[in-house]
């Protein structure tokens, strides 16, 4: 896992794993044996959880965050790895076929191609719109960040916005960033799903509201914590299939049969308390079509 063990965010969806897993017939101290390791963030722990795990006597691996899948797959080419969570499995060379992944790994995208419309959409939808959008990640942890700044930026001028990336590769530069973002009017922010943003996001969300920067994140649990806006896929979805894959792996199913899939469930989240903190106004359809209003 990516992120912390102590984080709501991370215990909520790893209990859904569990869950489904039990209800599946796996029960942990029976039949079960699982090796947590979790990352906080930090890609250089990562991978070398990744060497650690590999070296185990393992009968499957399950691994959230696209550093993580590549790390492993570097490792070993015979444990089953089932993913969640990563990005253009082809493009980062994941797999080679969606449908017939062929080797040790397979699982499920967290984004399909109509999303990064969506997310320029939602910047225009406010009063005053965003001109200027700002994709911050970091790097060592979004990885596909190289393949989806060309989809943004080819997707843009049919908003009237400009794409430009933002890196940050510290916590401690967030809100350095976020303030030099500022400086240019009409600059908002579109925070890509990656482990560095998730882990961070207290700050990443304080120096948008600091620096006055309208911003989209893609997972909801932003907007719940005082972000503006979210849209993207349903996390507690995906950790449930996710646990239906590796039951399959357990039962003896080679991953390379089992094609990948992408997104199936999204859902939209704006905050209306944090719009009116930052003198914007959100489309009244926005809002409407939201699957969550936080006041």
Not at 61 to 78: D, E, H, N, Y
Not at 146 to 160: C, D, H, I, K, V
Not at 173 to 190: K, T
Request: aromatic content about 8%; glycine content about 10%; charged content about 20%.
């Amino acid at each position: 896992m990516g992120g912390r063990a102590e984080d709501p965010v991370w215990q909520a969806l790893t209990g859904v794993f569990v869950a489904r897993l039990r209800e599946l017939g796996w029960h942990e101290g029976q039949n079960l044996s699982i090796d947590w390791r979790w990352a906080g963030g930090d890609a250089a722990r990562i991978a070398r959880y990744a060497t650690e795990l590999v070296a185990l006597t393992l009968d499957a691996i399950f691994c959230q965050t696209s550093p993580g899948v590549l790390a492993l797959k570097r490792q070993t080419s015979t444990i089953p790895i089932v993913f969640v969570r990563v990005t253009d499995p082809i493009g980062q060379g994941v797999v080679t076929s969606l449908a017939r992944p062929g080797g040790n790994l397979t699982g499920f995208s967290d984004y399909d191609a109509p999303m990064a419309g969506k997310w320029l959409e939602m910047l225009t939808q406010l009063n005053p719109p965003v001109r200027r959008a700002a994709v911050l990640h970091n790097p060592a942890t979004a990885p596909y960040a190289r393949l989806m700044l060309p989809w943004l930026t080819n997707a843009a001028p049919s908003f009237g916005i400009t794409v430009v990336p933002a890196e940050v590769h510290e916590r401690s530069e967030i809100d350095g960033v976020m303030a030099e973002l500022a400086q240019v009017n009409g600059s908002g922010v579109l925070v890509l799903a990656h482990i560095f943003a998730s882990v961070h996001r207290d700050e990443v969300i304080t120096a948008a509201a600091r620096h006055r920067l309208p911003a989209v994140y893609a997972d909801r649990f932003f907007a719940a914590a005082g972000g503006l806006m979210s849209y993207g896929i349903e996390g507690s979805d995906l950790f449930r299939r996710g646990a239906g894959y590796v039951d399959r792996v357990l039962r003896g199913a080679h991953p390379g049969d089992l094609p990948v899939q992408n997104p199936t469930k999204f859902e939209l989240a704006v905050n209306l308390g944090t719009a009116k903190a930052l003198g914007v106004t959100i489309d009244p359809a926005l809002v409407a079509a939201a699957d969550e209003v936080i006041e």
